[in-house]
């Protein structure tokens, strides 16, 4: 099967749904010609013109508002912030208008959209424009928040939130755009709450999200040779959570390490930390549960600073070791 | 609410007992002080009373099942009152606590689990205070292997203990895993269930198994004959016997006493005591006498070595030894020398009644200071009776044989008796317990000595 990048999975499922489906538009900043910040919708201008690839003023306030007008008049509308981090200034229309629509009128009104945006650190862009801030919007009933880490995963995964009829926050890591792997050329749909095992083991259970599953199956490689097994498991969305998954692979291994490239503290790490403890795989666990996450500190600008604000591979291996008293 | 019947504690060695048999069925009505069931401690067997009223609503263990202490082997309550199906676990109370403990209103399942998180450790409060450190997982196969984490070794930070700490202790414990009807077989027939291939789960014998293996076994072995497991007192009195030949250097006086006298005493006493306590004076409570008083007079005698010292020990108390159906226990006689040969008569006879009906209770074989061993209703003439420990000397006693002896220049008959004195040649030397033989031989010989 060919190979594709993330990036361009992610543009793949775009357009394929926009050709089948004329009620999908995509709105953001600098998303036309220029074809948006990391070149996600590049040359979509030339197949689907600028009525359909909407560039909008800088104001993240207007560009969510319309989306969330646009999808209660019955639209499919994508919206592209540039950074993440920039859901904050989209923060009132996501979190209490978007998520609260269908629910305060009773159904009779629904807010099919999807805002796509990458997160996370590595590129050198600093503190305003690296964070991961996926927990804040968990914490928010009426989202759903997903977050793929392989060209496989998000285009399947984009196909599912594009069709879904609620609000779906999106979130592209910049590291793994560059990553690729097979994927299918034809447009398919991979269900929201379904986790993936991205690699079997029977030692240690870790769950990882985005650009620290690639982090966690590098870990488990050099595990493994030591002869200790490592289970990673993508959730790959975290709301709706897959907590079956989990709690079974933590039953089968006692224990559980969670790696997120957030900031530790409030991070959902500990969401899945407790849902652990609160199950039944409790009476499993052979070990307290280890979470890495990134420091409290904003992500530095100075690129070794950068890297070691976040966890890495060896910090991995090590928190496994330390879970397994090795 | 239902109360938990737990498996008592009756010494401290004991770390489990073996259930031989329950009084009461499912559905019985119990009363507080009724024997509910009897088990075998490795020194005695014993009934256990009921510490509460009601109804006898579970039964977690069956006849020959071993259980450790402070388990949970039933549950009393009212008719209809929900007790789990399976037993909760190791428990931290002892039963007379928990017998008054009311204040507790939560299910029983969910007490006995918390008692078993935060003090499995049972009686000795210092380690009751201290709660176990185990993962959830370590506490789960606790549970299902009924381990007491008390008695588990961790492996973790600060102790902790893992599943697969519990996992070894349960391999370590038991590597034979047996049905009770296998094992029940296999003492029929005669079967060592260690050498007996299981072919259940994790290597559990069923009785098919031990019918195989007996079935080959009889055409292998050279020689038959019934092979029965060394448990309870026999294993008991095996590992102390030979404990007090190896540690103990053993030396054996012998003396032959001239009994005319004593008889005579007897004779006449006989009535008398009869008459105060109902039993009949026996040689056994004279020897016992005479002895105790000889004690008095040779305290070197009545010593023990605890690590680097020896004790002298400021009581005398004697132990008897008992033949029983399946070895020898010893009850004690509490100062026998402050007591007259009424009082040691009815002491003597209730505690030899006792333990021949396996009655006697803990703290009456504790304690004990110099031991007798009375062969004297057998054609025994002498031997050479093992050291008690941690007492320091035994005295065996033979028959007493009308003999020709030397008297005056004539050779007349006379009831003899040998004595002998074996004792620990580290604390005691052969000349003070010369002494206090001839002491003995002496009072003996002239019993109104005891009357001084």
């Known amino acids: ?326 | 609410m239902a109360k938990e019947i737990f498996m008592p504690k009756l010494s401290s060695t004991m770390e489990v007992g073996t259930l031989l048999q329950w009084f009461k069925e499912e559905g019985d009505s119990v009363d507080i002080g009724e024997p509910l069931f009897e088990i075998m401690t490795d020194k005695i067997n014993i009934e256990v009373e009921s510490y509460e009223e009601g109804i006898l609503l579970k039964k977690y263990f069956e006849e020959d099942d071993e259980v450790p202490i402070n388990h949970v082997v039933g549950y009393i309550g009212e008719a209809g009152e929900k007790v789990p199906d399976t037993p909760p676990g190791e428990s931290g109370a002892a039963p007379q606590e928990d017998a008054e403990d009311t204040a507790a209103e939560a299910e029983p399942q969910q007490r006995a689990e918390a008692q078993s998180e935060a003090a499995p450790a049972s009686q000795d409060h210092h380690l009751s205070d201290e709660k176990i450190r185990a993962t959830p997982a370590a506490r789960r196969v606790s549970r299902e292997e009924s381990v007491s984490l008390t008695d588990v070794s961790g492996s973790g930070p600060n102790g902790r203990i893992h599943q697969g700490d519990v996992m070894a202790f349960v391999s370590s414990r038991s590597s034979t895993k047996a049905t009770p009807l296998a094992k029940k077989v296999a003492e029929g027939e005669g079967v060592n269930l260690q050498e007996v291939k299981g072919t259940g789960s994790h290597g559990k014998i069923y009785r098919a198994d031990v019918e195989a293996a007996g079935e080959s076994t009889q055409t292998s072995a050279a020689t038959g004959g019934k092979r029965v497991k060394m448990d309870g007192i026999r294993k008991v009195v095996a590992q102390r016997m030979l404990q007090s030949k190896t540690t103990a250097p053993h030396v054996t006086l012998t003396t032959e006493v001239d009994m005319t006298e004593a008889i005579s005493m007897r004779k006449q006493l006989l009535g008398p005591i009869e008459q105060q306590t109902g039993f009949r004076v026996s040689y056994t409570e004279i020897i016992l006498k005479a002895v105790a008083y000889s004690l008095t007079r040779h305290p070197n005698i009545n010593v023990s070595l605890e690590g680097n010292e020896i004790v002298y020990k400021d009581e005398i108390n004697l132990g008897l030894a008992v033949a029983v159906d399946n070895g020898l226990i010893v009850p004690v006689v509490r100062h026998a020398d402050q007591k007259g040969l009424s009082a040691l008569t009815a002491e003597c006879k209730r505690l030899g009644k006792a333990a021949r009906d396996s009655k006697v209770k803990p703290e009456e074989m504790a304690g004990g200071t110099f031991t007798v061993s009375n062969l004297g209703m057998y054609a025994i003439d002498a031997f050479t009776p093992v050291i008690n420990q941690p007492e320091s000397s035994i005295l065996g006693v033979g028959r007493i044989n009308e003999k020709p002896v030397g008297v005056n220049g004539d050779i007349v008959l006379r009831p003899m008796m040998v004595l002998s004195l074996s004792f620990d040649h580290r604390v005691i030397d052969g000349a003070p317990a010369a002494a206090f033989l001839t002491e003995l031989k002496e009072t003996l010989e002239q019993p109104f000595k005891l009357l001084v």
């Open chain 1, 1 to 326: 099967m060919r190979e594709l990048t993330y990036l361009e999975a992610v543009r793949e499922a775009m357009s394929q749904e926009m050709r089948q489906n004329e009620d999908v538009f995509i709105l953001g900043e600098d998303i036309g010609v220029y074809g948006g910040a990391f070149g996600v919708t590049r040359n979509m201008i030339e197949e689907f013109g600028p009525e359909r690839i909407r560039n909008t003023p800088i104001s993240e306030a207007a560009i969510s508002g319309t989306a969330v007008g646009a999808a209660l008049t019955g639209m499919r509308p994508i919206l592209e912030l540039q950074f993440s981090d920039f859901i904050t200034i989209a923060m009132d229309n996501m979190v209490n208008q978007a998520a609260k629509i269908r629910y305060m009128y009773g159904g009779k009104g629904k807010v099919p959209m999807v805002l796509r945006t990458p997160a996370g650190s590595g590129t050198g862009a600093a503190a305003q424009h690296s964070q991961s801030l996926e927990a804040w919007m968990t914490h928010v009933p009426g989202l759903k928040v997903v977050q793929p880490s392989t060209a496989y995963d998000a285009k399947g995964l984009l196909k599912a939130a594009m069709d879904d009829d609620n609000p779906v926050i999106f979130y592209e890591h910049k590291l793994c755009y560059k990553t690729s792997s097979e994927v299918p050329e034809e447009l398919y749909s991979i269900p929201l709450g379904k986790a993936d095992i991205k690699r079997e083991g029977k030692d240690v259970t870790i769950v990882a999200t985005a650009i620290m599953v690639h982090k966690s199956l590098e870990a488990a490689e050099a595990l493994e040779k030591e002869g200790i097994s490592a289970e990673v498991i993508d959730p790959r969305t975290l709301v709706p959570l897959d907590t079956d998954t989990i709690i079974q692979s933590v039953k089968k291994t006692s224990r559980l390490v969670v790696v997120h490239e957030a900031v530790k503290r409030g991070g959902f790490g500990g969401e899945i930390a407790s849902t652990i403890a609160e199950s039944e795989a409790f009476d499993y666990l052979d070990a307290p549960i280890k979470r890495l996450g990134g420091k409290a500190v904003p992500i530095p600008y100075n690129p070794e600073l950068e890297k070691s604000a976040i966890p890495s591979v060896n910090e991995i291996v090590a928190a496994v070791k330390e879970t397994l008293n090795r």
